[in-house]
C-alpha cells in the first residue's frame, strides 16, 4: 500500500525529493533536517527495539526479531530492520504481495504475515510511540504521526483483531524494584517501555528538573534521571508517579482503536505507578524513622 | 480526505514521477547504506559547503562517473565537479556500477590526493645527465614522440622486433596496449602478473581452462578464504559485501591465514597453518569427502575427465566410473587430516570439524584464492587447484553460490581495429625454460638479459615499478644503468617511483580521472562494462565545450595513454608503409587519427548487446549512456554454460572421439564477446572442437584438452611433470625440512586495506593513515630473541639483509613473521614524492649493495596546506631488495616467501639500512632455473609452449615451434 511507503520516507531526514512525498500526502511543507534530528535523533528513535526490548536500549534480541520475520519470508534482512522507515515500507510491501497474489491460498498466506506483522511487530509499540510524538513534536511531525495512526487503525480494522497478545508483550518482565535489586537498575529498567509502560525522552527530564526546581547535568538519559534522583529522590518518586498516571491515561485513549495492546500498556503504566507510590511512601516512612532516630 | 483516495493520490503522484525518469522516493539509506543523489540531478547538485559552516552556503556540482584505479577491482567512482571552478571537489561511490553498487574503500575518496598531489609530474622530462643521476629537462610531447617513434620504427625495419618492450602492472584496461603492441608486429608484452597471481592462475587453469576464479560469495553456504580476501585482494570490495551479506544470511566463513587480519576476525573459523602447508590441508578436506562418499557424484562422473585419466594412467583398468571412485579413494588415501595436521601445526580435530562444514556446502560452495599461499609459496599453484578440488568434488562450480569460471562473467567487447598475432616470439618473456609459465617471466628480465640473451632498444613502463616492487630491485638497477642492455627506457608515469628515476624519458599520464578505459570483472555472477573516463573532459563536453584531446583538460601536460599509444602509433609509420597506421586511423575519416570518441562510440554502438537499445530509451548515444553513468550491466545470472546444449547449426559433420570430445565443421559464430579463452586443437581433419558428448548429449563443456573439468592434466604429464599430473601438495621452498633450524619464514606480501602497492605515496589520507611496516613477531618469538616492540632487529636473507623495528603481538602464528607491501619508499633527491618517500644513499661497491635512509617524511611547504601537517617520519623499510628471484619451475610466479634469520640489529644499524650482494642474487637465479624442464627437453611436439594455454599477447602459430636448431640459451 503506497500509503505506508510514502509514510515511511518521511520518518527519515528530509531530502528534496522528500518535498513531493509530503505533498502528496497533504502534510505541508518539509521541515528542516534540524527538526528532523531534534525529534527522531535526539527524543523519538524510532526504533522498534527501544520500545519492546527489555533493555531499551537499540538492537538486541527485539532487533532480530523483525529481522527473523524478514528471514522468515526469505528476504535478506536489512542492517537496521527494526527501523520504523524500513518496517513500514515491508508492511507496504507485504500489502501488495496480499493484493497481487495469484490464488486465494497465496492471498491468505500474505493477509496472514500482513496481520502478524502488524500487530506482532508494528501495533505492539506504535500506539505509545505515536502517542508520545504528538506530545513533543511540531506541528509537521506531529502530522505525521496522527496521519500514520489513523492509517494503522484503519488497518487493525481491516485485518481484523489479533487472536493473542505478542508474546514479546505479555512475557515483557516489569521494572526492577530496588528495594530488591540495585538503584541503578531500577533506573535503567524505568527508561525501557517494555518494562515500565511509559516512555520518558529528554524533553521529559528537562521539564522535570523546571518543575523540581533541580538542575539537570548533560549525559544520557539514565544519567540525568540519575543526577536528579541524587538531588531529590523524594521529588522525583513523585513526579515520576504523576507521570506514570498521567501516561496510564492518555493510552486508555487508545484501546478503542488498538484493544488489547493497549491495555497492555496502560496496565504496565498502571503497575508502574504503584511501584512508584509505594517507594515514595517507604521513603517518607525511612525518612521519618531517621528523624525520630537523630531525636533520640 | 479519505485514506484509500489518499494512498491513490500517493500512488499517482509516484506514477506520474517516475514517468518522467526522475525518483520519487529517495533510497531509504537505512537499506542501501548510503543514500545517493537522484539521477536526474546530477548534472546539477547543490551541497552545502561544509567549510563554510555554520553559514549555509550552496554549492553547485555536476556529478560524473568514472572508474576507480586504486586496485583492480573497477569500482564506479562519481566525481564531484565544482560547476563554478570546475575542479573535483570530492569522489563518492557510483550507485550505477553493478559491480561496486555504490561502495567504495578509502582508495577510491583517495583519488583526490593524487589527482592535487603537489608533487605530481606535470610536464614530459627527459634526462640530462647520467642514467639514475637525477638531473631532467622539461621536454614537449612532440620531441618525445618523434624520437620514441623514430626508434621504435628502426628496430621493426631492421627486424629488431623483439627490441621493444612494454612492461606493465596493473593494465586497467581490457587489451587495449596488447592491441597497440600486436599492432606493431611486436611480441613485447611483458607483465608484472608473474610477481603476482600466475600461481593461482595455474592452479585454476589446469581444473577448468580458464584462470580465474569468480566466486558466487552472497549466495554461498559455505565460503573458504585462502587470502585476507575481505579487506585486501581483487576484488575485495565488491567480494566484500557480498561476502557480509552471505554471512548475515548464515554462511560459514573459514579463512586460512597466518595472521590476525581483519579477514580472519569476521571468519567462523580461523586457521593459520604454517605457510605453505596449505594444500595439504585442502587436501585432507578433498579425501575427507572422497572417503565418506560425500562428493557429488554424479557431477563428478558427468563433468571430470576421469576417463582419460583411466586410459592414459591405468590402461589395464576398464573404463567405468566405479573403477575410477576405487582409484580416487586410494590415490588420497594418505591425506588424513593427521598428516595435516603434521604438516601445517593445525589440530587434527579443527581441520576434521571443518572438513565436515565443507560437506554441508552442496553447490553453495565459494572459494577463493589469489596471491597469499599461492604467490609465497614453490608449488603454491596446488593451493588454488586443491582449493577448486574441494568446487569440483561438490559440483559447485557454476552453480548459485558457487564458482565461475571468470570468462563467463566479463565481457570483453569487440573494438574497432584487431591486429593479427604477431609472427615472432620473444624469449625475453617466454623462455624456453619455462614452457608452462602462465605469464611472461618478467622479473627475470635483468637475469635474461645478463645472461646474454638479448638486448632492448625501448622499453616502457606503465603502473610498475621493478626496481621496488619485484624481488632483486638491485639487479634491476644494474640492468637499467646499463646502456648497451637497455636503449631508450620511457617511463608512463603520472607521479615519481623508485624505477623512473633510471629512465631517459618520464611521459606524465593521466591518474584514474583523467584517462579513458574499459573494464569489466567478475565480481559476480553477470557481465558488466565499466567506462573510466577523464571527468573534467566530460564535464566541460557537458557545458558545451568541444575537447579535442585529454592533454587539454589534464593539469599541466599531462596525458593519457590511449590518446598516446594512437598518436605514437601513427608516427611510427606515418605514411602507412609499414601497414602499422591503419589501427590508428579513423574509419570516419579515413587520412585522419582515431580519435578516442570514435574509439569507444564505436564499441557501445556495435559491440555491447542491449546498450544502443537502453540509451536510446533516455534519447542518448550509447557513448553519451555511458559518459553519464559509466557502467552498464550486459546480463545478469550467466549460470552454467557448460552444461548448455550446443545449437543445431553449430553441429555440422560431427565427430566424438572415445573421450567424449566432439569437434564440427561448422564455423565458430561471431560473438562481440572477445574475452579470452583458450583455442582447444581442431581434430585431425581440420573440425573444431564445438563441445563435449555427456550422456548422448553435446553439451559446451569447458575451454580446456579433454572439455571436461580436468582432474587429470595431460598437459601436465606430458612436458615433463607427470607427477602433478593430479591435484596434490609439494612441499614449499620454506617448508620446515628445506629451511635450517635456526630460519624462520618471513610472510612480505600482505597487503594493508588502504594502500595501493607502489601507487600511493602521492595519497595524502591513505599516507597519514598507514604509512609504516614493523616485523610482526609472536610473543613467545620475541621473548626467545629478548627483542620487545620496537626494537631493531636484523632480518637475513640469502642475498642480504634489511634492519627494520619488531612488533610484538599475539596476532601472528609463532615462529613466523611478516612484514607488510607497499612500504619503504625511498627517492634520491628531492624530486619525489615527499609524503611517503625517505631521503636515502646508495653504495655501490661491484656488486655490493647498500641503502641507508638520511631523512624520513618532513613537513614541507606546497600548494596543498597539509604537506606542513605531515606529523610521521617513517615510511617503512624497503625489504623487497633483500630477496632474491625464486620462479617456481611451472608456473613461472616468483615464490615470495623468504626463508630469513632474525635476530637483535648490531651496533652501528640504522634504521631502513638494506645491504646487498647482487653476486648471491645471481646464484639463486641459477640454482632456481636448474629445477625448470626445458622445452628443448621435455616438448612434446617440438613446440615452445602448449598452445592451448593463456598468453596475454599470442603470437601466431608458426612461431610456437621450437627452431630446428637449439639456440644457445641459458648462462653457461
Given at each position: 500500500?503506497?500509503?505506508?511507503?510514502?509514510?515511511?520516507?518521511?520518518?527519515?531526514?528530509?531530502?528534496?525529493?522528500?518535498?513531493?512525498?509530503?505533498?502528496?500526502l497533504?502534510?505541508?511543507?518539509?521541515?528542516?533536517?534540524?527538526?528532523?534530528?531534534?525529534?527522531?535523533?535526539?527524543?523519538?528513535?524510532?526504533?522498534?527495539?527501544?520500545?519492546?526490548?527489555?533493555?531499551?536500549?537499540l538492537?538486541?534480541?527485539?532487533?532480530?526479531?523483525?529481522?527473523?520475520?524478514?528471514?522468515?519470508?526469505?528476504?535478506?534482512?536489512?542492517?537496521?530492520?527494526?527501523?520504523?522507515?524500513?518496517?513500514?515500507?515491508?508492511?507496504?510491501?507485504?500489502?501488495?504481495?496480499?493484493?497481487?497474489?495469484?490464488?486465494?491460498?497465496?492471498?491468505?498466506?500474505?493477509?496472514?504475515?500482513?496481520?502478524?506483522?502488524?500487530?506482532e511487530?508494528?501495533?505492539?509499540?506504535?500506539?505509545?510511540?505515536?502517542s508520545?510524538?504528538e506530545?513533543?513534536?511540531?506541528?509537521?511531525?506531529?502530522?505525521?504521526?496522527?496521519?500514520?495512526?489513523?492509517?494503522l487503525?484503519?488497518?487493525?480494522?481491516?485485518?481484523?483483531?489479533?487472536?493473542?497478545?505478542?508474546?514479546?508483550?505479555?512475557?515483557?518482565?516489569?521494572?526492577?524494584?530496588?528495594?530488591?535489586?540495585?538503584?541503578?537498575?531500577?533506573?535503567?529498567?524505568?527508561?525501557?517501555p517494555?518494562?515500565?509502560?511509559?516512555?520518558?525522552?529528554?524533553?521529559?527530564?528537562?521539564?522535570?528538573?523546571?518543575?523540581?526546581?533541580?538542575?539537570?547535568?548533560?549525559?544520557?538519559r539514565?544519567?540525568?534521571?540519575?543526577?536528579?534522583?541524587?538531588?531529590?529522590?523524594?521529588?522525583?518518586?513523585?513526579?515520576?508517579?504523576?507521570?506514570?498516571?498521567?501516561?496510564?491515561?492518555?493510552?486508555?485513549?487508545?484501546?478503542?482503536?488498538?484493544?488489547?495492546?493497549a491495555?497492555?500498556?496502560?496496565?504496565?503504566?498502571?503497575?508502574?505507578?504503584?511501584?512508584?507510590?509505594?517507594?515514595?511512601?517507604?521513603?517518607?516512612?525511612?525518612?521519618?524513622?531517621?528523624?525520630?532516630?537523630?531525636?533520640? | 480526505?479519505?485514506?484509500?483516495?489518499?494512498?491513490?493520490?500517493v500512488?499517482?503522484?509516484?506514477?506520474?514521477?517516475?514517468?518522467?525518469?526522475?525518483?520519487?522516493?529517495?533510497?531509504?539509506?537505512?537499506?542501501?547504506?548510503?543514500?545517493?543523489?537522484?539521477?536526474e540531478?546530477?548534472?546539477?547538485?547543490?551541497?552545502?559547503d561544509?567549510?563554510a559552516?555554520?553559514?549555509?552556503?550552496?554549492?553547485?556540482?555536476?556529478?560524473?562517473?568514472?572508474?576507480?584505479?586504486?586496485?583492480?577491482?573497477?569500482?564506479?567512482?562519481?566525481?564531484?565537479?565544482?560547476?563554478?571552478?570546475?575542479?573535483?571537489?570530492?569522489?563518492?561511490?557510483?550507485?550505477?556500477?553493478?559491480?561496486?553498487?555504490?561502495?567504495?574503500?578509502?582508495?577510491?575518496?583517495?583519488?583526490?590526493?593524487?589527482?592535487?598531489?603537489?608533487?605530481?609530474?606535470?610536464f614530459?622530462?627527459?634526462?640530462?645527465?647520467?642514467?639514475?643521476?637525477?638531473?631532467?629537462v622539461?621536454?614537449?610531447?612532440?620531441?618525445a614522440?618523434?624520437?620514441?617513434?623514430?626508434?621504435?620504427?628502426?628496430?621493426?625495419?631492421?627486424?629488431?622486433?623483439?627490441?621493444?618492450?612494454?612492461?606493465?602492472?596493473?593494465?586497467?584496461?581490457?587489451?587495449?596496449?596488447e592491441?597497440?603492441?600486436?599492432?606493431?608486429?611486436?611480441?613485447?608484452?611483458?607483465?608484472h602478473?608473474?610477481?603476482?597471481?600466475?600461481?593461482?592462475?595455474?592452479?585454476?587453469?589446469?581444473?577448468?581452462?580458464?584462470?580465474?576464479?569468480?566466486?558466487?560469495?552472497?549466495?554461498?553456504?559455505?565460503?573458504?578464504?585462502?587470502?585476507?580476501?575481505?579487506?585486501?585482494?581483487?576484488?575485495?570490495?565488491?567480494?566484500?559485501?557480498?561476502?557480509?551479506?552471505?554471512?548475515?544470511?548464515?554462511?560459514?566463513?573459514?579463512?586460512?591465514?597466518?595472521?590476525?587480519?581483519?579477514?580472519?576476525?569476521?571468519?567462523?573459523?580461523?586457521?593459520?597453518?604454517?605457510?605453505?602447508?596449505?594444500?595439504?590441508?585442502?587436501?585432507?578436506?578433498?579425501n575427507?569427502?572422497?572417503?565418506?562418499?560425500?562428493?557429488?557424484?554424479?557431477?563428478?562422473?558427468?563433468?571430470?575427465?576421469?576417463?582419460?585419466?583411466?586410459?592414459?594412467?591405468?590402461?589395464?583398468?576398464?573404463?567405468?566410473?566405479?573403477?575410477?571412485?576405487?582409484?580416487?579413494?586410494?590415490?588420497?588415501?594418505?591425506?588424513?587430516?593427521?598428516?595435516?595436521?603434521?604438516?601445517?601445526?593445525?589440530?587434527?580435530?579443527?581441520?576434521?570439524?571443518?572438513?565436515?562444514?565443507?560437506?554441508?556446502?552442496?553447490?553453495?560452495?565459494?572459494?577463493?584464492?589469489?596471491?597469499?599461499?599461492?604467490?609465497?609459496?614453490?608449488?603454491?599453484?596446488?593451493?588454488?587447484?586443491?582449493?577448486?578440488?574441494?568446487?569440483?568434488?561438490?559440483?559447485?562450480?557454476?552453480?548459485?553460490?558457487?564458482?565461475?569460471?571468470?570468462?563467463?562473467?566479463?565481457?570483453?567487447?569487440?573494438?574497432?581495429?584487431?591486429?593479427?598475432?604477431?609472427?615472432?616470439?620473444?624469449?625475453?618473456?617466454?623462455?624456453?625454460?619455462?614452457?608452462?609459465?602462465?605469464?611472461?617471466?618478467?622479473?627475470?628480465?635483468?637475469?635474461?638479459?645478463?645472461?646474454?640473451?638479448?638486448?632492448?632498444?625501448t622499453?616502457?613502463?606503465?603502473?610498475?615499478?621493478?626496481?621496488?616492487t619485484?624481488?632483486?630491485?638491485?639487479?634491476?638497477?644494474?640492468?637499467?644503468?646499463?646502456?648497451?642492455?637497455?636503449?631508450?627506457?620511457?617511463?608512463?608515469?603520472?607521479?615519481?617511483?623508485e624505477?623512473?628515476?633510471?629512465?631517459?624519458?618520464?611521459?606524465?599520464?593521466?591518474?584514474?580521472?583523467?584517462r579513458?578505459?574499459?573494464?569489466?570483472?567478475?565480481?559476480?555472477?553477470?557481465?558488466?562494462?565499466?567506462?573510466?573516463?577523464?571527468?573534467?573532459?566530460?564535464?566541460?563536453?557537458?557545458?558545451?565545450?568541444?575537447?579535442?584531446?585529454?592533454?587539454?583538460?589534464?593539469?599541466?601536460?599531462?596525458?593519457?595513454?590511449?590518446?598516446?599509444?594512437?598518436?605514437?602509433?601513427?608516427?611510427?609509420?606515418?605514411?602507412?608503409?609499414?601497414?602499422?597506421?591503419?589501427?590508428?586511423?579513423?574509419?570516419?575519416?579515413?587520412?585522419?587519427?582515431?580519435?578516442?570518441?570514435?574509439?569507444?562510440?564505436?564499441?557501445?554502438?556495435?559491440?555491447?548487446?542491449?546498450?544502443?537499445?537502453?540509451?536510446?530509451?533516455?534519447n542518448?548515444?550509447?557513448?553519451?549512456?555511458?559518459?553519464?553513468?559509466?557502467?552498464?550491466?550486459?546480463?545478469?545470472?550467466?549460470?552454467a554454460?557448460?552444461?548448455?546444449?550446443?545449437?543445431?547449426?553449430?553441429?555440422?559433420?560431427?565427430?566424438?572421439?572415445?573421450?567424449?570430445?566432439a569437434?564440427?565443421?561448422?564455423?565458430?559464430?561471431?560473438?562481440?564477446?572477445?574475452?579470452?579463452?583458450p583455442?582447444?586443437?581442431?581434430?585431425?581433419?581440420?573440425?573444431?572442437?564445438?563441445?563435449?558428448?555427456?550422456?548422448?548429449?553435446?553439451?559446451?563443456?569447458?575451454?580446456?584438452?579433454?572439455?571436461?573439468?580436468?582432474?587429470?592434466?595431460?598437459?601436465?604429464?606430458?612436458?615433463?611433470?607427470?607427477?602433478?599430473?593430479?591435484?596434490?601438495?609439494?612441499?614449499?621452498?620454506?617448508?620446515?625440512?628445506?629451511?635450517?633450524?635456526?630460519?624462520?619464514?618471513?610472510i612480505?606480501?600482505?597487503?594493508?586495506?588502504?594502500?595501493?602497492?607502489?601507487?600511493?605515496?602521492?595519497?595524502?589520507?591513505?599516507?597519514?593513515?598507514?604509512?609504516?611496516?614493523?616485523?610482526?613477531?609472536?610473543?613467545?618469538?620475541?621473548?626467545?630473541?629478548?627483542?620487545?616492540t620496537?626494537?631493531?632487529?636484523?632480518?637475513?636473507?640469502?642475498?642480504?639483509?634489511?634492519?627494520?623495528?619488531?612488533?610484538v603481538t599475539?596476532?601472528?602464528?609463532?615462529?613466523?613473521?611478516?612484514?607488510?607491501?607497499?612500504?619503504?619508499?625511498?627517492?634520491?633527491?628531492?624530486?619525489?614524492?615527499?609524503?611517503?618517500?625517505a631521503?636515502?644513499?646508495?653504495?655501490?661497491?661491484?656488486?655490493?649493495?647498500?641503502?641507508?635512509?638520511?631523512?624520513?617524511?618532513?613537513?614541507?611547504?606546497?600548494?596543498?596546506?597539509?604537506?606542513?601537517?605531515?606529523?610521521?617520519?617513517?615510511v617503512?623499510?624497503?625489504?623487497?631488495l633483500?630477496?632474491?628471484?625464486?620462479?617456481?619451475?611451472?608456473?613461472?610466479?616468483?615464490?615470495?616467501?623468504?626463508?630469513?634469520?632474525?635476530?637483535?640489529?648490531?651496533?652501528?644499524?640504522r634504521?631502513?639500512?638494506?645491504?646487498?650482494?647482487?653476486?648471491?642474487?645471481?646464484?639463486?637465479?641459477?640454482?632456481?632455473?636448474a629445477?625448470?624442464?626445458?622445452?628443448?627437453?621435455?616438448?612434446?611436439?617440438?613446440?615452445?609452449?602448449?598452445?592451448?594455454?593463456?598468453?596475454?599477447?599470442?603470437?601466431?602459430?608458426?612461431?610456437?615451434?621450437?627452431?630446428?636448431?637449439?639456440?644457445?640459451?641459458?648462462?653457461?
Amino acid at each position: 500500500m503506497e500509503l505506508f511507503r510514502a509514510l515511511a520516507c518521511l520518518v527519515e531526514p528530509p531530502r528534496t525529493e522528500s518535498a513531493r512525498v509530503a505533498d502528496a500526502l497533504g502534510l505541508g511543507a518539509l521541515p528542516l533536517a534540524d527538526e528532523y534530528t531534534k525529534t527522531f535523533v535526539f527524543q523519538l528513535y524510532p526504533y522498534a527495539s527501544v520500545y519492546l526490548g527489555a533493555e531499551g536500549m537499540l538492537g538486541g534480541e527485539a532487533r532480530d526479531r523483525v529481522a527473523g520475520f524478514w528471514r522468515a519470508l526469505g528476504l535478506v534482512p536489512p542492517a537496521e530492520a527494526d527501523h520504523l522507515s524500513v518496517m513500514l515500507a515491508l508492511y507496504a510491501r507485504l500489502c501488495e504481495l496480499e493484493e497481487d497474489a495469484n490464488d486465494a491460498r497465496a492471498r491468505e498466506g500474505w493477509r496472514a504475515a500482513r496481520k502478524a506483522f502488524l500487530w506482532e511487530h508494528l501495533l505492539s509499540w506504535l500506539p505509545a510511540y505515536l502517542s508520545k510524538l504528538e506530545e513533543i513534536a511540531t506541528d509537521f511531525y506531529r502530522r505525521w504521526g496522527a496521519l500514520l495512526k489513523d492509517a494503522l487503525a484503519a488497518e487493525a480494522l481491516t485485518v481484523g483483531q489479533q487472536e493473542s497478545l505478542a508474546l514479546h508483550l505479555r512475557e515483557a518482565p516489569g521494572l526492577v524494584d530496588p528495594r530488591e535489586g540495585s538503584t541503578e537498575d531500577f533506573l535503567r529498567s524505568l527508561l525501557a517501555p517494555a518494562r515500565s509502560g511509559i516512555i520518558l525522552v529528554r524533553a521529559d527530564f528537562s521539564r522535570a528538573a523546571r518543575e523540581l526546581d533541580a538542575g539537570t547535568r548533560l549525559g544520557e538519559r539514565r544519567f540525568v534521571l540519575q543526577t536528579l534522583f541524587e538531588q531529590d529522590a523524594r521529588g522525583v518518586l513523585s513526579w515520576l508517579g504523576q507521570e506514570a498516571e498521567r501516561w496510564a491515561a492518555r493510552l486508555r485513549l487508545e484501546r478503542a482503536s488498538f484493544g488489547a495492546v493497549a491495555r497492555a500498556w496502560e496496565a504496565k503504566a498502571e503497575s508502574t505507578s504503584r511501584l512508584l507510590a509505594e517507594l515514595k511512601a517507604t521513603l517518607e516512612e525511612d525518612s521519618r524513622a531517621g528523624e525520630e532516630f537523630a531525636d533520640a | 480526505m479519505s485514506l484509500k483516495k489518499l494512498n491513490e493520490r500517493v500512488s499517482a503522484a509516484r506514477k506520474e514521477t517516475e514517468a518522467r525518469g526522475e525518483t520519487f522516493y529517495p533510497g531509504p539509506s537505512r537499506i542501501h547504506l548510503a543514500a545517493f543523489p537522484p539521477k536526474e540531478r546530477w548534472d546539477d547538485w547543490v551541497e552545502l559547503d561544509s567549510r563554510a559552516w555554520p553559514r549555509r552556503e550552496e554549492r553547485r556540482y555536476m556529478l560524473v562517473p568514472t572508474t576507480c584505479f586504486n586496485c583492480e577491482s573497477a569500482c564506479g567512482l562519481l566525481a564531484y565537479v565544482d560547476r563554478e571552478s570546475l575542479q573535483v571537489q570530492k569522489f563518492e561511490g557510483n550507485p550505477e556500477h553493478p559491480g561496486s553498487r555504490g561502495r567504495n574503500c578509502a582508495k577510491g575518496p583517495a583519488t583526490l590526493n593524487q589527482i592535487t598531489d603537489p608533487d605530481r609530474i606535470l610536464f614530459p622530462l627527459k634526462r640530462a645527465g647520467r642514467r639514475g643521476e637525477g638531473k631532467w629537462v622539461q621536454t614537449t610531447w612532440d620531441e618525445a614522440l618523434d624520437h620514441i617513434a623514430a626508434r621504435i620504427r628502426k628496430a621493426i625495419t631492421e627486424d629488431r622486433h623483439n627490441e621493444v618492450m612494454y612492461h606493465v602492472g596493473r593494465p586497467g584496461e581490457d587489451g587495449f596496449t596488447e592491441r597497440v603492441l600486436a599492432a606493431w608486429g611486436v611480441d613485447g608484452h611483458n607483465s608484472h602478473t608473474n610477481v603476482c597471481s600466475s600461481s593461482a592462475r595455474a592452479g585454476y587453469q589446469y581444473w577448468m581452462g580458464l584462470d580465474r576464479p569468480s566466486p558466487d560469495h552472497a549466495n554461498a553456504r559455505v565460503i573458504f578464504l585462502i587470502s585476507s580476501h575481505l579487506e585486501t585482494g581483487h576484488y575485495f570490495n565488491p567480494h566484500a559485501q557480498r561476502i557480509i551479506e552471505a554471512k548475515a544470511e548464515g554462511a560459514k566463513i573459514i579463512v586460512f591465514d597466518t595472521r590476525l587480519s581483519n579477514t580472519a576476525t569476521h571468519a567462523d573459523f580461523w586457521v593459520a597453518p604454517q605457510p605453505g602447508s596449505e594444500a595439504a590441508i585442502v587436501l585432507s578436506i578433498a579425501n575427507y569427502l572422497i572417503q565418506h562418499d560425500l562428493y557429488n557424484r554424479e557431477f563428478v562422473r558427468r563433468w571430470w575427465n576421469w576417463e582419460e585419466f583411466l586410459a592414459v594412467e591405468q590402461p589395464e583398468t576398464e573404463t567405468t566410473f566405479e573403477n575410477f571412485e576405487l582409484s580416487l579413494k586410494k590415490l588420497y588415501a594418505d591425506y588424513t587430516f593427521e598428516f595435516a595436521a603434521a604438516e601445517s601445526g593445525v589440530e587434527a580435530t579443527v581441520i576434521e570439524e571443518i572438513a565436515k562444514v565443507v560437506a554441508t556446502a552442496g553447490t553453495r560452495f565459494s572459494s577463493h584464492n589469489w596471491r597469499s599461499a599461492a604467490a609465497g609459496n614453490s608449488g603454491g599453484w596446488q593451493v588454488a587447484r586443491t582449493l577448486f578440488f574441494l568446487n569440483t568434488l561438490l559440483g559447485a562450480v557454476a552453480t548459485e553460490g558457487g564458482v565461475y569460471p571468470n570468462a563467463w562473467n566479463k565481457f570483453v567487447p569487440k573494438p574497432i581495429h584487431v591486429p593479427g598475432h604477431p609472427h615472432t616470439w620473444n624469449e625475453l618473456t617466454w623462455a624456453r625454460e619455462y614452457p608452462l609459465a602462465m605469464n611472461e617471466l618478467s622479473f627475470l628480465l635483468p637475469h635474461f638479459l645478463k645472461d646474454g640473451r638479448g638486448k632492448l632498444d625501448t622499453y616502457f613502463t606503465r603502473v610498475y615499478n621493478p626496481v621496488w616492487t619485484n624481488p632483486d630491485g638491485f639487479s634491476w638497477v644494474e640492468m637499467l644503468t646499463d646502456e648497451s642492455l637497455i636503449g631508450c627506457y620511457v617511463a608512463l608515469t603520472p607521479t615519481w617511483n623508485e624505477t623512473s628515476y633510471f629512465a631517459d624519458y618520464i611521459l606524465p599520464m593521466g591518474h584514474g580521472s583523467e584517462r579513458h578505459d574499459i573494464h569489466s570483472y567478475e565480481t559476480h555472477d553477470a557481465q558488466w562494462l565499466g567506462f573510466r573516463q577523464p571527468v573534467l573532459r566530460e564535464a566541460r563536453e557537458r557545458m558545451g565545450e568541444k575537447i579535442g584531446s585529454t592533454r587539454d583538460v589534464n593539469p599541466g601536460e599531462v596525458w593519457e595513454v590511449n590518446e598516446f599509444w594512437l598518436e605514437l602509433t601513427w608516427r611510427i609509420d606515418p605514411d602507412g608503409s609499414l601497414g602499422i597506421r591503419s589501427f590508428a586511423e579513423s574509419k570516419e575519416r579515413p587520412g585522419e587519427r582515431l580519435t578516442v570518441d570514435e574509439y569507444y562510440g564505436y564499441i557501445f554502438e556495435n559491440s555491447v548487446p542491449g546498450l544502443p537499445e537502453r540509451a536510446a530509451e533516455e534519447n542518448l548515444t550509447p557513448l553519451e549512456f555511458m559518459r553519464r553513468y559509466g557502467a552498464f550491466e550486459i546480463k545478469k545470472k550467466i549460470g552454467a554454460v557448460y552444461e548448455e546444449l550446443v545449437p543445431e547449426e553449430e553441429l555440422e559433420d560431427v565427430r566424438v572421439d572415445r573421450f567424449g570430445r566432439a569437434y564440427s565443421r561448422a564455423a565458430k559464430p561471431a560473438s562481440p564477446n572477445v574475452v579470452p579463452i583458450p583455442t582447444i586443437d581442431p581434430d585431425a581433419e581440420g573440425r573444431r572442437f564445438v563441445g563435449v558428448q555427456v550422456d548422448a548429449e553435446i553439451r559446451r563443456g569447458f575451454p580446456t584438452p579433454s572439455g571436461r573439468l580436468e582432474f587429470y592434466s595431460k598437459t601436465l604429464a606430458d612436458w615433463g611433470w607427470h607427477e602433478y599430473a593430479v591435484p596434490t601438495y609439494i612441499r614449499s621452498h620454506v617448508h620446515p625440512a628445506n629451511m635450517a633450524d635456526d630460519q624462520t619464514v618471513l610472510i612480505s606480501t600482505f597487503r594493508l586495506p588502504v594502500q595501493i602497492h607502489t601507487r600511493s605515496a602521492n595519497a595524502k589520507w591513505l599516507d597519514e593513515i598507514a604509512h609504516t611496516n614493523p616485523l610482526w613477531m609472536h610473543n613467545s618469538h620475541a621473548a626467545r630473541l629478548g627483542v620487545r616492540t620496537g626494537d631493531l632487529v636484523r632480518v637475513e636473507t640469502e642475498t642480504g639483509y634489511f634492519v627494520v623495528r619488531a612488533w610484538v603481538t599475539e596476532g601472528i602464528k609463532p615462529g613466523v613473521v611478516a612484514c607488510s607491501h607497499h612500504m619503504g619508499r625511498w627517492k634520491l633527491s628531492e624530486a619525489g614524492q615527499r609524503q611517503m618517500m625517505a631521503t636515502v644513499k646508495l653504495d655501490h661497491e661491484g656488486t655490493q649493495w647498500g641503502l641507508r635512509r638520511e631523512r624520513g617524511a618532513q613537513p614541507y611547504e606546497s600548494n596543498d596546506a597539509d604537506t606542513q601537517r605531515i606529523w610521521w617520519t617513517d615510511v617503512g623499510v624497503h625489504q623487497n631488495l633483500t630477496f632474491p628471484v625464486h620462479p617456481d619451475p611451472i608456473s613461472g610466479q616468483h615464490c615470495w616467501h623468504q626463508a630469513v634469520r632474525v635476530r637483535r640489529a648490531e651496533a652501528g644499524d640504522r634504521y631502513g639500512d638494506i645491504s646487498v650482494d647482487t653476486a648471491k642474487s645471481r646464484e639463486v637465479y641459477l640454482k632456481w632455473l636448474a629445477m625448470t624442464r626445458p622445452a628443448d627437453e621435455f616438448s612434446p611436439d617440438g613446440t615452445r609452449r602448449p598452445y592451448w594455454l593463456l598468453r596475454p599477447l599470442k603470437p601466431s602459430r608458426e612461431v610456437y615451434r621450437l627452431p630446428e636448431q637449439p639456440e644457445p640459451v641459458g648462462a653457461d
